[in-house]
């Protein structure tokens, strides 16, 4: 009976642990999501990550759950080199990441305001975003020329084409003569023109920005896990002096 218990047991962690690493793995488009990777320990990457987020994203979006004094505790900077490289839009170090430009400028210009970015890896998830700013592609029928195969239709423009360059999307068709019709699925991205970084140094620029969103969205998350592994431990200790004491008192018991 233990046995069988045991099993089942094992059964029912190991569908749950299946399911968990299941999610996510395809965007609402239906296009399969690329695996970010990043690693919140990377103190490095996430200085460059700031870096990032300051210079491309803080014009439009904010994170306004975040203290400039946070980011220099944990990205082990001083407050000079945070107030000289990283504040563009605050005041003072205690202040959250906030932009200049007006929803109402934002929504007339964009057709929609920007969303805050401070819980948006938790939100989407870190292979959405990475996925996300990897998939531009050329789109003549847009707005702004560009579209984004995870999120079509999207009104947020290529801000980093100039790194990137510019790409095309390749489809493989399948004509439908029944219904007079084309099936398109995507092949893949080809580049149309070439951007200032490499797609190597491209593909490090984005895993170290969605490494420091995914820093913002929980800065307490290091030390979450440390306390977690550190509480697992104890319980582990716990259970094997239980055991061994309810033993002792039983041993007579037949």
Same mark, same amino acid.
């Given at each position: 009976?233990?046995?069988?218990?045991?099993?089942?047991?094992?059964?029912?962690?190991?569908?749950?642990?299946?399911?968990?690493?299941?999610?996510?793995?395809?965007?609402?488009?239906?296009?399969?999501?690329?695996?970010?990777?990043?690693?919140?320990?990377?103190?490095?990457?996430?200085?460059?990550?700031?870096?990032?987020?300051?210079?491309?994203?803080?014009?439009?979006?904010?994170?306004?759950?975040?203290?400039?004094?946070?980011?220099?505790?944990?990205?082990?900077?001083?407050?000079?080199?945070?107030?000289?490289?990283?504040?563009?839009?605050?005041?003072?170090?205690?202040?959250?990441?906030?932009?200049?430009?007006?929803?109402?400028?934002?929504?007339?210009?964009?057709?929609?305001?920007?969303?805050?970015?401070?819980? +948006?890896? @938790?939100?989407?998830?870190?292979?959405?975003?990475?996925? =996300? #700013?990897?998939? &531009?592609? *050329?789109?003549?029928?847009?707005?702004?020329?560009?579209?984004?195969?995870?999120?079509?239709?999207?009104?947020?423009?290529?801000?980093?084409?100039?790194?990137?360059?510019?790409?095309?999307?390749?489809?493989?068709?399948?004509?439908?003569?029944?219904?007079?019709?084309?099936?398109?699925?995507?092949?893949?991205?080809?580049?149309?023109?070439?951007?200032?970084?490499?797609?190597?140094?491209?593909?490090?620029?984005?895993?170290?920005?969605?490494?420091?969103?995914?820093?913002?969205?929980?800065?307490?998350? +290091?030390? @979450?896990?440390?306390?977690?592994?550190?509480?697992?431990? =104890? #319980?582990?200790? &716990?259970? *094997?002096?239980?055991?061994?004491?309810?033993?002792?008192?039983?041993?007579?018991?037949?």
């Amino acid at each position: 009976m233990k046995k069988t218990f045991h099993k089942l047991f094992l059964g029912a962690v190991g569908v749950t642990a299946l399911s968990w690493s299941t999610v996510g793995a395809t965007a609402e488009s239906g296009a399969p999501l690329q695996l970010a990777r990043n690693d919140v320990a990377n103190t490095a990457s996430l200085q460059r990550g700031a870096r990032n987020y300051v210079n491309y994203c803080s014009g439009c979006h904010s994170a306004k759950y975040v203290r400039y004094s946070r980011l220099a505790e944990d990205l082990l900077l001083t407050e000079k080199q945070v107030t000289d490289n990283l504040m563009f839009s605050g005041e003072r170090i205690h202040d959250t990441i906030k932009i200049a430009m007006r929803p109402e400028d934002a929504s007339h210009w964009f057709g929609t305001t920007p969303p805050d970015l401070s819980l +948006i890896a @938790r939100s989407r998830g870190t292979d959405y975003i990475y996925s =996300f #700013l990897k998939s &531009f592609y *050329l789109d003549p029928s847009r707005p702004t020329g560009t579209n984004n195969l995870i999120l079509p239709g999207t009104s947020m423009p290529h801000v980093l084409w100039e790194l990137q360059g510019l790409q095309r999307a390749v489809y493989d068709g399948q004509s439908d003569a029944e219904h007079n019709a084309v099936h398109k699925k995507f092949k893949e991205f080809e580049l149309a023109k070439q951007g200032s970084l490499s797609p190597q140094e491209y593909d490090q620029f984005v895993r170290d920005t969605v490494n420091f969103l995914d820093y913002i969205a929980e800065p307490m998350q +290091i030390e @979450r896990k440390n306390l977690g592994m550190r509480v697992l431990a =104890f #319980l582990i200790v &716990f259970f *094997l002096f239980a055991y061994f004491l309810k033993k002792e008192f039983w041993k007579d018991v037949k």
